[in-house]
């Protein structure tokens, strides 16, 4: 009964002010369809379907690769223990992306979260806490708000774990050497990112969320910062991998 009112209420909605798809603009007909249409919803996972991925940072390995670690990793060694991603910065889920991030639609954050918090499942244990990527004061500005942080909300709430935001910070660039005193295992080696509330990182496995992955190097100086404030370990969570 409550399906029914709320399909009849969005049906109404519909009417008045049609929804279309995030990913591709397409009008959403269907009262199932929140977000994104049938199509996009099933070209995300079909796209990374079959691919070997990295068992530690989530890149795609080509075909020769499955089931081992990938030639960064075993150099770098990166400070996280694994990476999840909905798929890859490719079709729709980059059109996503774009859509939030550069068209400034910070309602990307809905279907993306929800993504997200299928791609995370079963990571929620062990008394896990949601830390967003740190974005630079300048870029929050200019988009008028910060996509990470937003994605981080919604993981959390799905997921119903404790959002710890404004863990990490940005500092934008290195400090001069003389202001290194504080504390060094509270910032990247790099002096980019920075722990500014390490007693709610204390022990807790912390799941870092940023939009896109990359490289992965970031992600692992943030993980180090996040080691280094005293957390247990570091798994990061992203919308595509790059
Ligand atoms: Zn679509
Ligand atoms: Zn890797």
Redesign the pocket.
């Known amino acids: 009964m409550e399906t029914l009112l709320r399909d009849l209420a969005r049906g109404a909605l519909d009417l008045l002010w049609p929804r ?7 009008t ?1 007909g269907g009262t199932r369809e929140p977000w ?6 099933a ?1 995300i996972p079909a796209l990374s379907a079959g691919l070997a991925s990295c068992a530690r940072c989530a890149a795609f390995l080509g075909p020769e690769g499955a089931g081992g670690s990938c030639r960064d990793c075993a150099r770098l060694r990166p400070r996280f223990e694994a990476v999840r991603a909905v798929g890859l910065y490719r079709g ?1 889920l980059r ?1 996503l992306l774009v859509s939030m991030k550069y068209a400034r639609r910070p309602e990307g954050a809905w279907p993306l979260g929800e993504l997200m918090a299928e791609a995370v499942r079963g990571w929620e244990g062990g008394g896990a806490v949601i830390v967003p990527f740190p974005t630079t004061e300048a870029a929050r500005k200019r988009r008028g708000f910060d996509p990470p942080a937003l994605l981080a909300a919604e993981v959390a709430r799905r997921r119903g774990l404790p959002l710890a935001e404004g863990a990490l910070r940005r500092t934008g660039s290195p400090p001069p050497q003389a202001s290194l005193s504080r504390s060094e295992r509270l910032r990247s080696p790099r002096g980019t990112v920075e722990a500014v509330r390490p007693e709610v990182l204390r022990d807790r496995t912390v799941l870092l969320v940023d939009d896109v992955l990359t490289t992965g190097a970031s992600a692992s100086e943030a993980a180090q910062v996040l080691l280094g404030a005293g957390a247990a370990r570091v798994l990061v969570a992203v919308a595509a991998r790059a």
Not at 20 to 26: I, K, L, S, V, W
Not at 36 to 41: A, D, E, H, Q, W
């Open positions: 279309t798809c995030f990913a591709c603009g397409e959403l994104l249409c049938g199509r996009c919803r070209a729709p059109r």
